[in-house]
């Protein structure tokens, strides 16, 4: 989508409410100051320097009138009706920092306008200015900063600031296109706060040698997953947007459009440790996550954070809020009731993660052994009953496919409740095959949650279980065969397709679900084997 010279964003957890001055802002409405994970937060650019809430977004079919909760021109320091916010970032709302807590960031759209922290200061009811942050001279050795700033987001889980940068006020891409356009980068800081008491900013990573594409362009992705339909114009345009939204697993996710009103949710894989540090001018890439079509005004989104697993983005032209689902590809329309210009939108929640690798377990001793790699193009597919009337059943979400080196991500479809993965009908080099293994486990994170993945399968003394360690896991009923349709992934195949059930708890999870299989027996060709 197009993007104007105006920011779009930070949504994020351990950081606060960003501001282009060093002033005050006044609670509004009974409002306590208290960011919570409950709420979607908007600013607006026709009612300057004010915030909105909703309460839990994904309970509700329509928005209602969003609460106002703060307005920055009531602060101590006078009118700043001349500068008002352009993006904004919520913070870890359960984290506190010392002797003080980060509640977001603001900046404009060019390179002199520096981001401010702010500190919540409830003696007084409002938000007071802490420090402007400059990014120049940045420590870290990394050309961290363009013409222009973009949206950001911080990662709730480790603190850091994501933001989007660009030499133009417009980057486009074409769908052929191997890598992003000259100028345009992600880039990663770290906010510390010294023994001082004064803040430094250092520049952790940055993409400046290109954002490159993993596997497919924008063109070949749609071809995949499209094959019957027209092929895209390889040179067709695709508007980047101005605003970045973060998984749980410190991938970065941007939305993208062309004229035909399609869009493409693009993940930005961001090199990091073991530890889940970015890697300095790592190697970048982006890949598309899922096609979206029918959204009016749809060259006008500023804001992008993920809530309960859906992408909420809003229009910034007559204020609708649209709830994207990553898994099934729908969109709704959620009405207006916040800012009548939106800025931004921000959230205290990730989108939480479930990712794994299948792979060619080739002598079928239930391990990946050297030189047993991935298998490419087999879908996993993702299943829950609805929260709303369990009593339905197992409900089909969406699927998701394998790249070329075997791996899978899913954005969870909630961030507090069960889901099961299917690995349906699985081939190694066109041979049909049957599972050896999957992983299992407890997943952490630091709200102090615990999300588990339990494989479903046969034990080497043929009892079917559920698994809580990795290992030997072997899938398909006893004779072999994993029926193509399914309406239910447990009962209707009698507890036999590859199934492992997620049990996720937070928006900070990023679980891994890996599966073994092999073509020494299979699901269809060699019955009983």
């Given amino acids: 989508m197009a993007v104007i010279t105006a920011l779009g964003g930070l949504a994020a957890l351990d950081m606060a409410v960003f501001a282009t001055r060093a002033e005050a802002t006044q609670f509004l409405n009974g409002w306590g100051g208290a960011f919570t994970r409950d709420q979607l937060y908007a600013i607006g650019s026709a009612e300057p320097n004010s915030a909105y809430a909703w309460d839990k977004p994904w309970a509700q079919a329509t928005l209602p009138a969003a609460t106002r909760i703060f307005d920055k021109s009531k602060g101590s320091q006078g009118s700043s009706t001349k500068d008002p916010w352009e993006t904004f970032a919520v913070g870890p709302v359960f984290a506190a920092r010392g002797d003080y807590t980060l509640h977001g960031l603001g900046w404009g759209s060019a390179i002199s306008s520096l981001p401010t922290l702010m500190e919540r200061d409830n003696s007084r009811g409002r938000l007071n200015a ?46 052929d296109a191997t890598t992003t356009p000259g100028g345009f980068r992600l880039s990663i800081f770290q906010v510390v706060k010294t ?4 803040f430094s900013v250092s520049c952790n990573s940055n993409s400046r040698s290109g954002i490159k594409a993993a596997d497919r362009t924008i063109a070949q992705e749609w071809a995949a997953q499209f094959p019957s339909a ?33 869009h493409a949710l693009i993940r930005i894989n961001v090199p990091q440790t073991a530890a889940g540090q970015p890697i300095g001018d790592g190697q970048y890439t982006f890949e598309v996550v899922k096609f979206f079509t029918a959204q009016a005004n749809n060259d006008a989104n500023h804001g992008l954070t993920f ?35 939106p800025m931004d939108l921000a959230s205290a929640q990730m989108a ?33 009953r609805p929260p709303a009337d369990p009593g339905r059943g197992w409900q089909l979400l969406g699927e998701v496919k394998t790249n070329a080196h075997g791996q899978y991500s899913v954005l969870a479809p909630t961030t507090s ?36 993945v339990r494989a479903r399968c046969f034990s080497q003394a043929g009892d079917y279980q559920s698994f809580d360690r990795s290992g030997a896991c072997y899938g398909g009923r006893s004779d072999g065969i994993d029926p193509p349709q399914v309406s239910d992934p447990i009962a209707a195949v009698g507890g036999a397709a590859i199934v ?13 679900a890996d599966f073994g299989v092999t073509a020494a027996g299979s699901w269809g060709d060699a019955p009983g084997v």
């Fill in 417 to 452: 409740g069960e889901f099961l993965l299917r690995l349906r009908e699985p081939k190694v080099d066109g041979v049909n095959a049957t599972q050896t293994y999957a992983s299992a486990g407890d997943f952490k994170t630091r709200d102090g949650a615990t999300t588990t």
């Fill in 195 to 198: 023994a001082g008491g004064a």
């Fill in 500 to 512: 492992t059930r997620v049990d996720m708890a937070s928006d900070l999870a990023a679980a891994t």
């Fill in 352 to 384: 939480p993660i479930v990712e794994g690798t299948v792979f060619n377990d080739a002598n079928g001793n239930s391990a990946q052994d050297a030189g047993e790699g991935g298998v490419a193009g087999q879908a996993v597919e993702v299943w829950q």
């Fill in 230 to 262: 027209p092929p895209l114009d390889p040179k067709s345009s695709w508007g980047i947007s101005s605003d970045v939204a973060i998984g749980a697993n410190g991938h970065a996710y941007v939305l993208a459009h062309n004229s035909a009103d399609r």
């Fill in 307 to 341: 809530m309960d697993g859906k992408l909420y983005v809003q229009d910034s032209t007559g204020g609708i809020m649209w709830r994207y689902d990553p898994l099934s590809g729908s969109i709704e329309n959620l009405g207006s009731g916040g800012p009548t210009l």
């Fill in 130 to 175: 802490i420090s402007t942050l400059a990014f120049g001279g940045l420590t870290g050795g990394y050309t961290c900063t363009t013409a222009r700033l973009f949206g950001g987001e911080i990662n709730q889980r480790n603190g850091l600031v994501y933001v989007l940068m660009s030499n133009t006020a417009d980057p486009r891409i074409a769908a």
